[in-house]
Structure formats: C-alpha cells, structure tokens
C-alpha cells in the first residue's frame, strides 16, 4: 500500500450521534458511499455479504462503497455514523483494498468523533432511513456543504476522517488476492482508465501475453473474464456519475467509453436492473418529514 496521500480525495457527506430504540432495521442498502460508524451503547447487527457481525461498544465499524447490507436492531442502540465519498473524477484508492469489517476503537477516537460531528452540524441526517439522504439531489447538496465550509474546518474534518480510516488502512489487503504481478498492472490500469476506452487486446500487449494466454491468465487470478471486470467498474463508476452529476445519460456514456449509447443503456440495465434514466430518476429526494 503505497498511494500519495494527496491523491486520496475523501467528502465528509454526513456526521453525526444516532440514537435508536429497535428501529434501525433497513434491508438491502447499496451506496455509492462509504460507512464508518463508533458504536457508543446497546446493541445492533450488520449483514453483510461477508457474514454478520455484532456491533459492539467501543468498536469501529466499515462498509465500503457498493456493499449491499442490512441492519438489525430490536433494541436500544447508540453510535457515531460516518458517511464518506470518494470524488468520482478520481481513481479510487480505498476500491483497490478489502477492509476489516471492524477494529477496536483507540483511545482518543470517540472524541475524535464528537468533534467532527461539532463542527459539522449541517450534516447530521434528519432521519435514518436511507431513502430519504442516499440519492441524487442529497448526495449533490451534501458535497455542496462540504466545498462551501470554512477552510479550517476542511482541513480539520479532513485529518480527522484520516485518523479513523487508518485504523482500518493499517490491515487492508489488495482487493484482488493477485499473485501475478502483470495482472495486478492491469487491475490498477482498469481502475486508474475506467472512464476511457480500455481494450483487453491492449491489455494483453501491455502484459507481454497473447490475448487469449491473458484472458485464461486473468480469469485464473481473479474468477473474471477482463471485460466482465472491466463492465462492473464501468457501471460503478456510472451509478456515481448518475447520482453525482446533472450530466445527460448520453454524456456519461461517452465519458465511461461507450460509443453506442444504446448498447451502454442495456448494459448498464442489465447490470443494475433498470436503464440509466429509471435509476437516476429513481433517486429523488424523500423530504425529511
């Protein structure tokens, strides 16, 4: 793991204290954000498609961006939640690792929260339910608030989200488990290119491997055809460009690579169930009520 830091680019989307008495029960939640939550009382459980985990007092918790979970609570349940965005002009660097699910807190890490919820208290959720913050018009308000804070405020939050997100740095693992070093170079040229044209013909020339030899390679190492792995980045990269940006359909066809707007319509329904315009039209945001 060895990135500049000044290319991990992080949103502080929102902060805040959650209380809640069995009604924390949301089923099937996919952001394109990530989640960091410090448990502070009671108790609670998260699905994930790794297991499910209890959240105990005094732990950290993380779900990465695109992680389909679910929460349980029937019970009195206190935490600190974090909500943190990865600017989607960039490459990502936390999609490059698999993170532990939890760590146990340090010991200035509570205070660490109670700050960051202080002097950010416009972003404190209105109401828990993820329909009414993680869509479209919330998730662009959010980042507005974020750039229109005072600069000293920036740079604190800022260090703070650093401090807590290392404590999970300090045992992430490749996400790819690759062992050939080619393929490795391709999965971080697929990751920093996704919103150009990548070809696996290119590809393969770049490994010094005969297109077919680098399909089976590739397969091997990751369980992926190249181009099925490129398609789920692509289609990642264009969720966050839907929910994120006002950019017509058409427009963020062309930035992810594809030529043929309709072949990107069907791809992209294929993948996610809906075609691009149902899924940003679908993120509407729920007023807080």
Avoid at 64 to 89: G, M, N, Q, R, W
Avoid at 169 to 191: C, E, H, M, N
Avoid at 245 to 263: C, E, F, I, M, Q
């Amino acid at each position: 793991m060895n990135h500049p830091i000044d290319k991990l680019h992080l949103f502080t989307l929102n902060v805040g204290l959650a209380h809640h008495n069995g009604d924390w029960n949301w089923k099937n939640v996919r952001s394109p954000f990530a989640r960091l939550y410090l448990v502070v009382q009671g108790m609670a459980k998260i699905q994930l498609p790794t297991g499910t985990y209890d959240l105990t007092p005094g732990h950290l918790y993380f779900i990465p961006a695109f992680t389909t979970h679910s929460y349980v609570c029937d019970s009195l349940f206190t935490h600190y939640y974090i909500h943190i965005y990865e600017k989607p002009e960039e490459a990502s660097i936390l999609g490059e690792y698999d993170f532990p699910v939890e760590v146990e807190a340090g010991p200035h890490d509570m205070e660490l929260m109670k700050r960051l919820a202080f002097i950010n208290p416009f972003l404190k959720l209105p109401m828990s339910n993820p329909d009414s913050y993680d869509n479209h018009q919330c998730l662009i308000d959010g980042i507005r608030k974020n750039v229109q804070r005072p600069f000293c405020d920036k740079v604190e939050s800022r260090g703070i989200i650093f401090i807590l997100l290392s404590r999970f740095l300090k045992y992430a693992t490749p996400r790819s488990g690759v062992s050939d070093s080619r393929i490795q170079q391709s999965l971080a040229y697929i990751r920093n290119n996704v919103r150009g044209h990548v070809s696996v013909a290119a590809l393969a020339s770049m490994a010094c491997m005969s297109k077919d030899h680098y399909i089976r390679t590739f397969k091997k190492e990751t369980g992926e055809t190249p181009n099925a792995y490129i398609t789920k980045r692509r289609m990642e990269a264009a969720e966050l460009l839907l929910i994120t940006t006002d950019a017509p359909v058409k427009a963020v066809a062309d930035k992810l690579g594809y030529d043929d707007y309709s072949y990107f319509n069907k791809t992209f329904k294929r993948y996610s169930g809906v075609t691009p315009q149902q899924y940003r039209d679908s993120c509407v945001c729920t007023a807080a009520g």
